[in-house]
């Protein structure tokens, strides 16, 4: 079954600065990959998604990118803030489901003012 | 704030015991997805149900569980006999199921404590 491997697990910035977390995945056949922002006590958030056919996606200060011949994408914050202090995971949905969500094991970012 | 409510947030029970949470998802949602997550790590895929018809369980999902969604709008996730290994946070999703929309929207969970 499809399995995705999420790094770094903790990641420190300076406020301002850019955060970059990876994900690799391993069912070539995946076609939907969402971030998911979690805060403390809360429920994950969907933050950005991108599909296979597209190759990267802005909002504002987040981005993904998908790599689909190196089976990996990435989630780009740029201008860290404070209120980014979050953990951020990704996700994949393997053929043939359209809808069970496999999700890496979450990178704690912390951005130190 | 997604719209999607569960209850109760917190929930602690001694090991045996039955517990039932109810998930409330956005109403024009006629998709509704049950995980759970343990410290530390992602969501894990438990259930989901397309209006009232359950259509797929994961294998986490044992005997003991059962989950409901009589009327195709909120639903429930029964634990029988609980055991200490059920301590987890229960998260429900849901999604619009339309016009190819495959974003899920989670709640903010349920948090069980079996001691």
């Known amino acids: 079954g499809e399995n995705v491997e999420q790094h770094p697990s903790t990641l420190s910035v300076q406020e301002g600065d850019s955060a970059v977390i990876k994900c690799t995945y391993s069912d070539s056949a995946s076609n939907y990959f969402p971030w998911y922002k979690q805060e403390l006590g809360k429920g994950p958030q969907l933050i950005i998604d991108i599909r296979s056919n597209v190759g990267e996606k802005k909002d504002q200060r987040i981005a993904v990118t998908l790599n689909k011949t190196a089976k990996h994408f990435s989630l780009h914050i740029t201008e860290t803030q404070p209120e980014d202090s979050a953990v951020y995971f990704c996700?994949?949905?393997?053929?043939?489901?359209?809808?069970?969500?496999?999700f890496g094991t979450g990178t704690r970012l912390q951005v130190f003012p | 704030d997604t719209g999607v409510s569960q209850d109760p947030r917190h929930k602690i029970t001694k090991r045996g015991q039955n517990v039932t949470f109810r998930c409330d998802p956005i109403s024009e949602h006629n998709r509704l997805y049950w995980y759970r997550q343990t410290l530390g790590q992602g969501p894990e895929f438990l259930t989901y149900f397309q209006n009232e018809a359950q259509l797929e369980k994961s294998r986490l999902l044992s005997d003991r569980f059962s989950a409901e969604r009589p009327k195709g709008s909120f639903s429930t996730l029964e634990i029988q006999r609980t055991e200490q290994g059920d301590s987890a946070m229960y998260l429900c999703?849901?999604?619009?199921?339309?016009?190819?929309?495959?974003?899920?929207?989670f709640g903010p969970g349920t948090r069980l404590t079996v001691t």
């Open positions: 996700a994949a949905i393997p053929p043939p489901s359209t809808d069970k969500l496999i």
């Open positions: 999703a849901s999604l619009q199921g339309s016009d190819g929309a495959i974003e899920q929207y």
